[in-house]
């Protein structure tokens, strides 16, 4: 089984695996170098184990698990988080987790895809950490994670990206975008930012005044 083990003092992001549709083994790999600590959420571990990837930690439930012990039994050594709380899903248990262990970082994984409800869900858990732990959300066609109230990145020409609002966010403006918002609103439900793009190669700004907002950057499967 491999191993990506390095110790780091948790100031590289872990790694948070989900039970929703498997990214490519690509980017997999490509996080698990970059990722010294991996926590699998329920289901996960038996998945993980089957493509022969040590895990630190699994959390959950395990209803998604029922034989828990003997997939446990094949990660030893493995911390088996027993979180039954039904009033929480898995990634916000998980990311609890995290954070009383005193991470600042996740990238999570395998959260997306399968049931609409779980990655509605998980989307909606982004928002809650912000300022807590700088997490990122990726599958094979994305990269998702919450924006600040005044964002700038680099990027190249024609970059397709998209804001998404959870719930209604207020006074965005956008520098360098093809479709350009200013000191407009965004509301889940209402109006919603997809499938903009950038403009030029340069700096992209977008800035909010109120309110929740992802930023997903779009691209064709790795």
Request: hydrophobic fraction near 40%; aromatic fraction near 8%.
């Amino acid at each position: 089984m491999s191993s990506h083990h390095i110790i780091r003092d948790k100031q590289e992001p872990a790694l948070v695996v989900a039970n929703g549709a498997a990214c490519s083994e690509a980017l997999l790999g490509e996080l698990l170098e970059w990722s010294p600590y991996i926590l699998a959420l329920d289901g996960a571990l038996p998945r993980l184990t089957a493509l022969g990837i040590k895990v630190d930690a699994v959390l959950g439930d395990f209803d998604s698990m029922p034989l828990w012990e003997q997939e446990t039994a094949l990660q030893q050594p493995i911390r088996v988080v027993h979180a039954p709380n039904q009033d929480k899903t898995d990634l916000e248990k998980g990311l609890d987790f995290l954070l009383e262990e005193g991470h600042q970082a996740a990238n999570i994984v395998w959260a997306t895809g399968r049931r609409a409800d779980h990655h509605f869900a998980n989307l909606s858990n982004m928002v809650k950490y912000t300022g807590r732990l700088n997490l990122n959300m990726l599958d094979d066609f994305s990269r998702i994670y919450p924006l600040p109230r005044h964002f700038r990145k680099w990027y190249p020409k024609g970059t397709v990206i998209s804001l998404l609002p959870m719930g209604r966010v207020e006074g965005i403006h956008t520098q360098n975008l093809l479709y350009p918002l200013h000191n407009e609103a965004l509301e889940l439900g209402i109006r919603i930012g997809t499938s903009n793009e950038v403009l030029e190669e340069g700096w992209v700004e977008i800035t909010h005044s109120s309110g929740q907002l992802l930023l997903m950057e779009c691209y064709d499967a790795r």
